[in-house]
């Protein structure tokens, strides 16, 4: 972060300054947190762990704030030294990656620096970061907040996109607005049903340069500005709710779609009744050519200015969350449903504490489209309420109960049906069924033990070509031992027993002290994806030792 | 010389550090939150006429985070009864579940109070790196205790802090 390192400076120093200053008078405070996570790689040829010539990876990064009343300055060094596996090769490195000084009252805020921000749900523009993904798309420039009157937000933002080390080409220009109109109209405070509408508006600007159609052997004249618009709207009454946001953007040809100049739409609708012991939530969007990025020729995970999220329930167990979902931004429909019930305790099906029964369901495919050309062109048309292709479908079950004051257990029933086209390769539908068992049981002061047991018997059989090595079908036990109610041991082993490859053992060992953690685990990492919120990466092959160490002071 | 002014960032944010002290952060102001009606809170906000603040940091898809809050359930009506205390859930579910949030809440039955923070602004300033991150404010709204992660049982230890606090003060 080159142009930037004068600036750093004179921010550090005028902390400094102010943080002494503060001090004096009683109102500073310094805030941070540190994270550490190392790994000494061991080559590994059955599982295709590589052999890093570095031996010890690291990713390591240190937060520092300090807050005084109203004005916040904040840092972050981050090292990558190089980065752990999975982690793009361009995070090789360490420096400043964030500096921002910003001051906030009750009708305003404003940021300058390295700043996070999102506009309704973010399908026109969120800048977040994800560090277990390895995602960080943070906005260098202006960001304000403002409330001019009870109810409204008004939020506005400029500036770059950070890309690993770098900053993209493009400049991200942004404003939005949200009203609240129970707080923002005294009149209708006492209302049942609530409601709150935004709008927001982001445009980006990137040079022209020469892309060349290959088809039509011109180059492509190219939009210099693109923006992208979206409504939003939330209702709640009792028990309901209902919110939906539609976004649109401008010709945008890049290289994820492929030059093409077809507008772009998304839609997301979501639904609930809930009360106590009762819930039920129904979610449905459709997303068509809405990648959004500050440079036209960035592909991979950098530079997203929106972030379309995935519907798909986000499962934890291991075998459930083999086959993720990732948000296919260039054209994808889906449904998911989720219902949640607790059976009263002193029943017959409830029993003494009462049972939680969990059920959730979803189906995403691709968009229904017919080809019009390639680069330089429309790309396709597409019938809005016609599908296409099956991504994914997934549907589980989990039921949870309380046996005593001791003993808790809870039994997970799991089907995934996964599409290996949005992961990139071919090899038809893989249909998984899963089976948890999870039990846990208090021993006493400061003791606790949990044993995990998972199955997953699969379709799909191992093909060297393809190289999945998730094929197969999978049994996997875990065991969990609490104890001096501050450290924790478990044993784990993930075994693939027919038509695949691989056995994963792991051992951990963690201390915790209040907020800090301390983890070393010694064993075999499966490769596979790692998601959060429908962003995914891919993890691969380890064997070795980890060390993780965070803490917040 | 590129190292020199690495070093030299990290000497200054080392004296940082130590020349202001970081014990009894206050409670960040003016973050924005929302309620699970779609309401907008500012974090000053959050306050329990002078008595303990529990702020738990969660999200739907956490299981470690749905065991404790489920555990402080239980025994939550006990607790304010005792102790007067307040537990503020707050849901860093982004878009993907964030409309999930209200649905889990009340299938899950649970009593407290609780907030969303999307795109986790206020995650950050509290400086939570996992979930579930465990705060305790007094009656002044001052940080006097924190704690990441959750094992079972470590609701009791939680409990046993919020009594001393109490104790301290009178």
């Known amino acids: 972060m080159k142009p930037t390192r004068f600036a750093i400076l004179l921010l550090a120093l005028f902390m400094h300054t102010v943080a002494a ?19 000494l790689t061991r080559p590994d040829s059955l599982i295709g762990a590589k052999d890093d010539p570095e031996r010890w990876l690291m990713n390591a990064r240190a937060d520092i704030l300090y807050t005084n009343g109203g004005f916040n300055a904040g840092l972050r060094f981050e090292a990558y030294t190089p980065p752990l596996p999975g982690f793009n090769a361009q995070y090789k490195g360490q420096g400043l990656a964030n500096y921002f000084v910003s001051y906030a009252n009750e009708q305003i805020e ?15 523009l969120r800048a977040y970061e994800d560090r277990y993904i390895g995602i960080d798309n943070a906005l260098l420039g202006f960001n304000i907040h403002a409330r001019p ?49 935004g709008a927001g508006f982001v445009s980006r600007y990137e040079a022209d340069e020469n892309i060349a159609s290959s088809t039509q052997g011109y180059s492509l004249k190219l939009p210099l500005n693109v923006g992208a618009g979206a409504m939003r709207m939330n209702l709640a009454y009792k028990g309901w709710s209902l919110a939906g946001e539609y976004a649109r953007k401008g010709q945008d040809p890049n290289a994820m779609n492929g030059y093409i100049y077809r507008k772009g739409e998304a839609l997301l609708i979501s639904g609930a009744y809930s009360q106590k012991g009762f819930s039920a939530s129904v979610q449905a969007k459709r997303v068509d050519n809405m990648g959004f990025k500050s440079s036209r020729r960035e592909t991979g995970e950098m530079l997203y200015i929106n972030h379309i999220p995935a519907i798909t329930k986000q499962h934890t167990y291991a075998f459930l969350s083999m086959y993720p979902y ?47 050309g390639g680069a330089g062109t429309e790309g396709y048309s597409s019938t809005f309420f016609s599908t296409g292709e099956l991504y994914y479908g997934d549907m589980s079950l989990e039921i949870a109960r309380k046996l005593d004051a001791k003993n808790k257990i809870a039994c997970t029933y799991g089907y995934v049906v996964f599409n290996p ?9 893989h249909h998984n069924n899963v089976i948890v068992a999870d039990y846990s049981r208090k021993l006493g002061k400061g003791k606790s033990l949990r044993i995990e047991g998972e199955w997953m018997g699969s379709d799909s059989h191992y093909d060297s070509e393809i190289d999945d090595k998730r094929s197969g079908d999978w049994i996997m036990g875990l065991v969990e031992y609490n104890f001096g109610g501050h450290f924790f041991l478990s044993l784990s082993d993930q075994y693939c027993y027919n038509d695949g490859i691989g056995n994963y053992y792991t051992a951990a060992f963690g201390y915790t002290k209040n907020a800090t953690r301390l983890q070393l685990s010694y064993g075999k990492q499966r490769e596979g994806i790692l998601c959060i919120g429908g962003v995914c990466r891919a993890v691969p092959a380890t064997n070795g030792l980890t060390v993780s160490l965070t803490t917040s002071f | 010389m590129k190292a020199i002014k690495k070093l030299a960032a990290l000497a200054i944010m080392a004296v940082m550090a130590m020349t202001v002290s970081a014990q009894n952060a206050k409670l960040p102001e003016n973050i924005t939150l929302k309620s699970l009606d ?16 529990v702020i738990s940091f969660w999200a739907t898809w956490c299981k470690p985070c749905n065991r404790e809050l489920n555990a402080i359930n239980e025994l939550y009506a006990e607790w304010q009864e005792e102790t007067g205390v307040k537990l503020v859930a707050v849901s860093i579910d982004d878009a993907k579940s964030s409309m999930k949030v209200k649905p889990h809440v009340d299938g899950s039955g649970w009593e407290f109070e609780v907030y969303t923070d999307e795109n986790q602004a206020f995650k950050r300033v509290m400086n939570v790196v996992n979930i579930p991150h465990t705060f305790l404010i007094d009656g002044q709204g001052k940080i006097v205790w924190q704690h990441t992660g959750y094992i079972d049982g ?11 606090l109490l104790e301290s003060k009178n």
């Open chain 1, 110 to 124: 404003v940021t300058a620096g390295t700043f996070y921000e999102q506009f309704g749900s973010g399908m026109i």
């Open chain 2, 38 to 53: 779609g309401k907008s809170i500012q974090s000053n906000e959050i306050s329990n006429d002078g008595k303990p603040i």
């Open chain 2, 154 to 164: 470590d609701e009791e230890e939680l409990l046993a802090k919020i009594k001393e």
């Open chain 1, 149 to 197: 009157i009870k109810g409204v937000t008004l939020k506005g933002a400029i500036g770059k996109q950070r890309r690993y080390w770098e900053y993209g080409n493009g400049i991200v220009r942004g404003i939005d607005g949200e009203i609240d109109l129970n707080t923002a109209f005294s009149k209708l405070e006492e209302m049942p049903l609530h409601i709150t509408m």
């Open chain 1, 21 to 39: 200053h503060g001090q004096g008078i009683g109102g500073g405070q310094v805030t941070g947190n540190v994270q550490i996570d190392g790994q």
């Open chain 1, 421 to 429: 086209v949005i992961e990139g390769h071919g090899g038809g539908l």
């Open chain 1, 326 to 372: 990732a948000t296919q931004a260039t054209g994808e429909m889906g449904l998911q449903g989720d219902v949640m019930y607790k059976i009263k305790k002193e029943t017959l099906l409830g029993g003494k504490y009462g049972t939680d029964l969990h059920f959730n369901c979803s189906v995403i495919t691709g968009l229904d489209t017919v080809a019009l």
